[in-house]
């Protein structure tokens, strides 16, 4: 957290050798073995982050050799399930950083079938629902960047439901209004690329109405304050509107920025 990517690595590599210790001991002890699984997904992440996408990919399949035996001797166990579910994603992540598109749905999607389960054992369980909200946005990217935009609409679609529900459940949790904004926007951006320009602005406005809401709660927020900025210049570049009124937003993004 402090920035040294470095250090961190060392020190959960030496985490790694004494779990690996532990794993060889009692192969049978399934904490254990989980532990191991959670150590390479910290290497991993640390090796992503470095922009070693290829040693990420290797420690996540490390860790994805690991979990996915606990998952199938424990179909009930939703930490475990939750636990694959992850590496999948994980492992969809870096491929589709590495431009394997196919190989990144086919994870995404196993990913996304374990959240629908878990998310059906327990519809009050918010975070699985919102987990399965951004497993339908994952696989949405994926067939927008393969040029199927019909599908990938009804992806975003999908994920949008579940957004819209969390954001009405609790209308104060910023990250679900957050959410709910960023699914606007994606299925906005789908809208524009297939001609339905007046759509797209309907979608755009969503979006932008969430984005101002925020970034006037918390003016102290970059993030807020460049999403804001971000949706003025999907609506200054919106055909459906008039000139006058893209300039205007135009404006006021380079003002937020």
Same mark, same amino acid.
Request: proline share 5%; net charge neutral.
């Given at each position: =957290? ?11 590599? =030496?985490?790694?050798?004494? /779990?690996?210790? &532990? ?24 090796? +992503?982050?470095?922009?070693?996408? *290829? =040693? ?24 475990? %399930? $939750? ?11 870096? &491929? ?12 995404? *999607? ?9 998310? +059906? ?13 951004? *497993? ?40 679900? %209004?957050?959410?709910? *904004? ?39 927020? /970059?993030?807020? %304050? ?21 300039? /205007?937003? $135009? ?7």
């Amino acid at each position: =957290a402090q920035g040294d990517g470095p250090a961190a690595l060392a020190a959960y590599r =030496a985490g790694l050798a004494i /779990a690996e210790t &532990l794993a060889r001991r009692d192969p049978a002890n399934t904490q254990w073995q989980f532990d191991l699984g959670i150590s390479h997904e910290r290497i991993g992440n640390m090796l +992503r982050a470095q922009g070693d996408n *290829s =040693a990420a990919l290797e420690a996540y399949r490390k860790r994805h050799t690991i979990i996915e035996p606990l998952a199938r001797r424990d179909p009930p166990n939703p930490e475990c %399930q $939750l636990a694959l579910s992850v590496s999948h994603e994980r492992i969809g992540d870096v &491929l589709l950083a590495q431009g394997d598109g196919p190989a990144a749905l086919t994870a995404y *999607s196993a990913g996304l079938a374990i959240h629908e389960t878990l998310a +059906r054992h327990d519809p009050a369980n918010t975070q699985w629902q919102r987990d399965l909200s951004v *497993s339908h946005e994952k696989i949405g990217n994926v067939l927008r960047a393969q040029g199927d935009g019909p599908a990938a609409l009804d992806a975003y679609r999908a994920g949008l439901a579940i957004a819209e529900t969390l954001a009405r459940r609790d209308p104060a949790n910023t990250q679900w %209004q957050r959410d709910l *904004s960023v699914s606007h926007d994606r299925i906005g951006d789908v809208l524009l690329a297939q001609g339905d320009g007046p759509a797209a602005l309907v979608a755009y406005r969503k979006r932008h109405t969430i984005a101002k809401t925020l970034a006037r709660r918390d003016p102290g927020n /970059a993030q807020w %304050q460049v999403d804001l900025a971000v949706s003025c210049s999907k609506l200054g570049t919106t055909p459906a509107l008039p000139v006058a009124e893209r300039r /205007a937003f $135009l404006l006021r993004g380079r003002e937020v920025l």
